[in-house]
Nanobody
Framework: QVQLVESGGGLVQAGGSLRLSCAAS????????MAWFRQAPGKEREFVAA????????SYTDSVKGRFTVSRDNAKNTVYLQMNSLKPEDTAVYYC?????????????????WGQGTQVTVSS
């Protein structure tokens, strides 16, 4: 069982930065594959970024490459999403998600564990 709690969302102007955090309760957090998704009003939940167990591999959706960075601290059972150069189209509820395998990591239906979400609003 994995429980996830996100924090760090808020309102920011275009071009600004935010850092999201996701604290996990998993006893074997270092074995858990983590990802961030987002969902804007009226749209489907979409993949944003993912990070492997040992943080050796990361993956990003094209629209955030070069602006967002995913990282994890296994000692703190926490994964982060540093978001720079934010754009109004980044506005969404951001969710962290977890699972114990890596296949199909960009598909939200493959994740068993989800946080409650944190709102990110970017004003123009």
């Amino acid at each position: 069982q994995v429980q996830l709690v996100e924090s760090g969302g808020g309102l920011v102007q275009a071009g600004g930065s935010l850092r999201l955090s996701c604290a996990a309760s998993a006893r074997t957090f270092s074995s858990v594959f983590m990802a961030w998704f987002r969902q804007a009003p009226g749209k489907e939940r979409e993949f944003v970024a993912a990070i492997s167990w040992g943080a050796g591999r990361t993956s990003y959706t094209d629209s955030v490459k070069g602006r967002f960075t995913v990282s994890r601290d296994n000692a703190k059972n926490t994964v982060y999403l540093q978001m720079n150069s934010l754009k109004p189209e980044d506005t969404a509820v951001y969710y962290c998600a977890a699972k114990y395998y890596t296949s199909s990591y960009s598909f939200p239906t493959t994740y068993s564990y989800w946080g409650q979400g944190t709102q990110v609003t970017v004003s123009s």
